[in-house]
């Protein structure tokens, strides 16, 4: 079994605009399941209850009857709902993590660039200031010469 070999990224380009989108849609990801499917679970959750002026009149009841199996349908009902939530509040939290992790990475992206641009500017300034390299042929003129 052999290890895995790490990716091949002599040519990645990245680019900000592509992040700050991917941040975006990731967002809008986040929107629909707070909005959108939170919603319809509580929509569930209330469906659940039952028409509350019709109480059960017999003891223990549930929506799916008094029996031992009806009782034991409706209580995997209820654990497959709070489940059900707790995943959508665990997925809204890691969407929210990647919008940001999204972000910040484009965030250093644009300060290496501004930072590269910079240190160009600088390299250009250092160039155009320097002397020029001597024109004859006579050694005597380069400044380290033994």
Same mark, same amino acid.
């Given at each position: 079994?052999?290890?895995?070999?790490?990716?091949?990224?002599?040519?990645?380009?990245?680019?900000?605009?592509?992040?700050?989108?991917?941040?975006?849609?990731?967002e809008r990801l986040k929107?629909?399941?707070?909005?959108?499917?939170?919603?319809?679970?509580? /929509?569930?959750?209330?469906?659940?209850? @039952?028409?509350?002026?019709? $109480? &059960?009149?017999?003891p223990n009841g549930t929506?799916?009857? #008094?029996?031992?199996?009806?009782?034991?349908q409706w209580q995997a009902?209820?654990?497959?709902?709070?489940?059900?939530?707790?995943?959508?509040?665990?997925?809204?939290? /890691?969407?929210?993590?990647?919008?940001? @992790?999204?972000?910040?990475? $484009? &965030?250093?992206?644009?300060?290496?660039?501004?930072?590269? #641009?910079?240190?160009?500017?600088?390299?250009?300034?250092?160039?155009?200031?320097?002397?020029?390299?001597?024109?004859?042929?006579?050694?005597?003129?380069?400044?380290?010469?033994?």
């Amino acid at each position: 079994m052999g290890g895995i070999q790490p990716p091949d990224t002599g040519d990645l380009q990245v680019s900000v605009e592509d992040l700050d989108a991917a941040a975006d849609y990731v967002e809008r990801l986040k929107q629909y399941v707070d909005d959108t499917i939170s919603y319809e679970m509580e /929509r569930i959750k209330e469906r659940m209850k @039952g028409d509350s002026s019709n $109480a &059960q009149t017999v003891p223990n009841g549930t929506p799916f009857g #008094a029996y031992e199996d009806a009782r034991m349908q409706w209580q995997a009902l209820t654990r497959s709902t709070a489940n059900m939530e707790a995943h959508l509040k665990s997925l809204s939290g /890691r969407l929210a993590a990647l919008k940001q @992790g999204t972000e910040d990475i $484009a &965030q250093a992206f644009r300060d290496a660039e501004a930072r590269n #641009a910079a240190n160009g500017k600088q390299i250009e300034r250092l160039l155009e200031s320097a002397a020029p390299p001597p024109t004859t042929g006579d050694p005597s003129t380069y400044p380290y010469t033994a």
